[in-house]
């Protein structure tokens, strides 16, 4: 039975990306069915001009699933059916009141760099928390240990680069790159699908996610990613005058004449607000609020940073996006309300832990640096 179907790579495209954590090991090897696919080629950059194209987009639209891509259009990555007798698949349940997070590793067929411009995704309704993609890397500070391809792990946090994360079950969501810039994944890729479900019901549930990645057009750009990950969270718990409240913080600085085009924040449920700001000749600008507010920063996408299940996303269109000159840098904070009487502290768990996470994306790629 073929569990993921994987289809040749050309054309057009959509994307998201981001750096974090390791997995622990609970399940089988065995690797998954895949379709016959024929390499997928480099995108060739195209001549003059030096600016990205059409502006970046972001969209929701509900949906019951999510279709492969054409014969010749992309990949689709797709979870296996529950499956008791198989050591990968049985983990693919959620039983009544259960909380699990699981890493699914899928080795892509690309036998040469692969630049990625789109990200769409699916995540059946029910017990579908979110899911976030990492490009698998056995070195650097967040490095993750490859798995044979197919395997299923219980897992905390996926190693490498965090490259594509939805919290919207029920829905096709789609996030596109501006036109130009491909985010690059180098031959045979692994990724790491890295899924949280939750079942508040009474009956056993069988969550599905689905993933297709599409090829960026006429590269000219490679996309880099800025991402902060605060371990100072300690929350102290409740007390008789009232919950525990912490703010962290820390700031980001990328390369001059870097061209971001995407902006958010990630965290977990003890979050009441994460502001992402660009300082500039001294003034700081807010691009990113997530949490409950009368009035959102311009840049922000309508309907985003409602909570910390639906964060803020801003999007800038070109040609000069959001421009960083000499001296600037990005602020970011995070503010939490703990009601339980534990401390909450840095982990993966939403439950119980916090994370404090701005995630830029920009182009050309270069080295950033957040603290």
Same mark, same amino acid.
């Given at each position: 039975?073929?569990?993921?179907?994987?289809?040749?790579?050309? &054309?057009?495209?959509?994307?998201?990306?981001?750096?974090?954590?390791?997995?622990?090991?609970?399940?089988?090897?065995?690797?998954?069915?895949?379709?016959?696919?024929?390499?997928?080629?480099?995108?060739?950059?195209?001549?003059?001009?030096?600016?990205?194209?059409?502006?970046?987009?972001?969209?929701?639209?509900?949906?019951?699933?999510?279709?492969?891509?054409?014969?010749?259009?992309?990949?689709?990555?797709?979870?296996?059916?529950?499956?008791?007798?198989?050591?990968?698949?049985?983990?693919?349940?959620?039983?009544?009141?259960?909380?699990?997070?699981?890493?699914?590793?899928?080795?892509?067929?690309?036998?040469?760099?692969?630049?990625?411009?789109?990200?769409?995704?699916?995540?059946?309704?029910?017990?579908?928390?979110?899911?976030?993609?990492?490009?698998?890397?056995?070195?650097?500070?967040?490095?993750?240990?490859?798995?044979?391809?197919?395997?299923?792990?219980?897992?905390?946090?996926?190693?490498?680069?965090?490259?594509?994360?939805?919290?919207?079950?029920?829905?096709?969501?789609?996030?596109?790159?501006?036109?130009?810039?491909?985010?690059?994944?180098?031959?045979?890729?692994?990724?790491?699908?890295?899924?949280?479900?939750?079942?508040?019901?009474?009956?056993?549930?069988?969550?599905?996610?689905?993933?297709?990645?599409?090829?960026?057009?006429?590269?000219?750009?490679?996309? &880099?990613?800025?991402?902060?990950?605060?371990?100072?969270?300690?929350?102290?718990?409740?007390?008789?005058?009232?919950?525990?409240?912490?703010?962290?913080?820390?700031?980001?600085?990328?390369?001059?004449?870097?061209?971001?085009?995407?902006?958010?924040?990630?965290?977990?449920?003890?979050?009441?607000?994460?502001?992402?700001?660009?300082?500039?000749?001294?003034?700081?600008?807010?691009?990113?609020?997530?949490?409950?507010?009368?009035?959102?920063?311009?840049?922000?996408?309508?309907?985003? &940073?409602?909570?910390?299940?639906?964060?803020?996303?801003?999007?800038?269109?070109?040609?000069?996006?959001?421009?960083?000159?000499?001296?600037?840098?990005?602020?970011?904070?995070?503010?939490?309300?703990?009601?339980?009487?534990?401390?909450?502290?840095?982990?993966?768990?939403?439950?119980?832990?916090?994370?404090?996470?701005?995630?830029?994306?920009?182009?050309?790629?270069?080295?950033?640096?957040?603290?």
């Amino acid at each position: 039975m073929s569990h993921i179907k994987l289809q040749a790579v050309v &054309g057009v495209a959509l994307s998201l990306l981001a750096e974090t954590f390791g997995c622990s090991s609970d399940g089988g090897s065995k690797s998954p069915t895949v379709a016959p696919v024929s390499a997928a080629p480099s995108a060739t950059a195209s001549p003059g001009g030096s600016d990205a194209g059409a502006a970046p987009r972001y969209s929701v639209e509900a949906a019951t699933d999510l279709p492969s891509p054409a014969a010749g259009a992309g990949f689709q990555i797709e979870t296996p059916d529950y499956n008791a007798s198989d050591p990968n698949a049985q983990l693919m349940i959620v039983q009544p009141n259960q909380e699990i997070f699981l890493c699914y590793h899928v080795t892509l067929p690309n036998t040469a760099e692969l630049d990625v411009g789109a990200f769409q995704s699916y995540m059946s309704p029910g017990s579908s928390h979110h899911f976030i993609v990492f490009q698998q890397s056995n070195s650097g500070p967040f490095a993750g240990t490859p798995q044979p391809n197919g395997t299923i792990q219980s897992c905390g946090f996926a190693g490498g680069t965090w490259v594509y994360a939805t919290s919207t079950p029920g829905a096709v969501v789609t996030s596109t790159m501006p036109e130009g810039v491909g985010l690059p994944f180098p031959a045979a890729t692994q990724l790491v699908l890295n899924m949280h479900f939750i079942n508040t019901g009474t009956t056993a549930l069988y969550p599905k996610v689905k993933l297709n990645i599409l090829p960026a057009a006429s590269v000219k750009y490679k996309a &880099g990613v800025m991402v902060s990950f605060n371990t100072s969270i300690n929350v102290p718990g409740a007390t008789a005058s009232g919950p525990g409240m912490q703010t962290v913080s820390g700031t980001c600085t990328a390369p001059a004449g870097s061209k971001f085009f995407s902006m958010s924040t990630h965290t977990h449920k003890h979050a009441t607000a994460a502001e992402v700001n660009f300082v500039s000749a001294g003034s700081a600008q807010p691009i990113v609020h997530t949490g409950a507010d009368t009035s959102y920063p311009a840049p922000q996408q309508p309907g985003t &940073g409602t909570d910390w299940e639906h964060p803020g996303v801003a999007l800038w269109n070109g040609p000069d996006f959001l421009t960083v000159q000499q001296g600037d840098s990005f602020t970011y904070s995070c503010s939490y309300s703990n009601t339980a009487t534990t401390p909450v502290t840095v982990g993966e768990t939403a439950a119980s832990n916090e994370m404090c996470m701005a995630i830029g994306y920009y182009y050309p790629a270069g080295t950033t640096s957040c603290r």
